[in-house]
């Protein structure tokens, strides 16, 4: 692969573009559905660890290094990350593609 040149300032604003959304989307885990769920908590967690090492590799630790420190550094309730955890478990049996 060539190297490539990349504008750090504008890789952080898409990370924080990006990391908004992910609040976005556990927000919508959390009052999803547990019969019939239309949100990946699978999926939440993937970018969780794709952010992070992301920001890592350029530098710029994100002050969390799993996904429950993501919950905490977002000021989420223990109990959110207990309810995404346990969303998260049951739809992992059945999920298809890499899981963190």
């Not at 992301?54 to 290094?65: K, L, Q, V």
Request: charged share 30%; hydrophobic share 35%; glycine share 4%.
């Amino acid at each position: 692969m060539e190297n490539l040149s990349i504008n750090k300032d504008i890789l952080i604003k898409i990370l924080r573009a990006f990391d908004f959304e992910i609040d976005v989307l556990i927000c919508n885990i959390l009052n999803d559905s547990e019969t019939d769920p239309h949100y990946s908590a699978v999926t939440a967690k993937n970018y969780i660890m794709w952010y992070i090492e992301i920001m890592n590799n350029i530098n710029e630790p994100p002050g969390f290094s799993d996904c429950r420190g993501y919950f905490e550094k977002h000021c989420l309730p223990d109990e959110d990350y207990k309810v995404f955890e346990k969303k998260r478990i049951k739809e992992s049996k059945y999920y298809i593609g890499e899981q963190y």
